[in-house]
């Protein structure tokens, strides 16, 4: 009910654990809060907010539009309902190295278990899309390390992404890898690699976890989580999904509505009132709140 009672130390700590742990994390891209709460309830291991779903939600392309404040608000909506550790997409860190710096620090105020940071040059790109710039090697490590050095809770995780596969290759996606595990980085993320095989080369490359992403109508085959634990990936996200299953409904259901003139035909494929509320948790609050009606108060005079 309300608040998730598991802190955003315990969180953090959670996550590094699973890191550790040999064990490959599954996390689905939550959309809103209420989704984060299904993740949980679906037994997943985490939960990843997305830049891209950030903006598209905003109807904003995922060109770098979206604001520190409008992912910071976001995300702490999301991670505050679940205790499950939520990993969110902070892009470039949202300016030079120290805005990257209060990125963190903002971020951990708003209960995340780590986030992401890509080495791409603003106006950034979707990493499956062309049109990329990639930041020089030593600017994408000076502002990798201003997010090791700002962070207060040494268990939030920082993650390197490096998008420079579509550009540059394997063997230049190797390279920063190595950099950035070298600067501090406690996740890998090679976006955009094309197959097993280029994961396997990275997992040979890099002696730090690794994150998959295996997002749909992108450059990387998509791989099943057998494919992904036999390759010794660490974490693997589904970022859009949810977001595009969710958008596709929605827009096939307008159309009938529109044909048929009633939304009747649709309401077996519903969320039923009574899985809405079993989800919102309604008896829990129906228990508070008698209990607290109940108990009364008194005054000592």
């Known amino acids: 009910m309300l608040h998730s009672r598991t802190t955003p130390h315990d969180k953090r700590r959670a996550l590094r654990a699973g890191l550790s742990g040999g ?12 989704s984060a709460r299904a993740i949980e309830r679906a037994g997943f291991d985490g939960v990843y907010v997305s830049g891209a779903v950030l903006a598209a939600d905003l109807a904003l392309p995922d060109i770098g539009l979206t604001t520190l404040s409008e992912v910071a608000e976001r995300s702490q909506a999301i991670a505050r309902v679940t205790g499950l550790p939520t990993l969110v997409d902070a892009d470039t860190g949202f300016g030079e190295p120290m805005n990257t710096a ?22 950034k790109r979707c990493g499956h899309l062309d049109g990329k710039t990639i930041s020089p090697l030593p600017d994408a490590v000076r502002r990798l390390r201003a997010a090791v050095d700002a962070r207060r809770d040494p268990d939030f995780v920082v993650c390197a992404r490096t ?3 579509t550009t540059g290759g394997l063997a230049a996606t190797i ?5 950035f595990a070298e600067a501090g980085a406690d996740l890998i993320f090679p976006e955009a690699l094309a197959d097993a095989a280029e994961f396997e080369a990275m997992r040979k490359a890099v002696d730090v976890p690794i994150l998959a992403n295996m997002t749909e109508f992108g450059q990387s085959t998509l791989l099943t ?38 939304q009747a035909g649709l309401v077996e494929r519903m969320q039923t009132r009574g899985e809405l ?10 228990t508070f709140d008698a209990d607290v009606l109940t108990h009364g108060y008194r005054e000592d005079r």
């Open 23 to 34: 064990e490959l994390l599954r996390l689905p891209g939550a959309i809103n809060p209420l």
């Open 102 to 123: 209060r990125t963190i620090q903002i971020l951990e105020d708003a209960g995340l278990a780590g986030c992401h940071i890509e080495d791409q040059v603003n106006p």
């Open 163 to 165: 998008d420079v596969r």
């Open 175 to 179: 390279e920063r890898a190595k950099a």
């Open 225 to 262: 989580t057998t494919t992904l634990r036999d390759l010794g990936i660490n974490v693997v996200i589904y970022p859009v999904t949810l977001f595009r299953l969710i958008m596709g409904t929605v827009t096939e259901s307008l159309k009938i509505i529109d044909a048929e003139g009633t």
């Open 277 to 286: 509320y079993d989800l919102l948790d309604y008896s829990g609050y129906a």
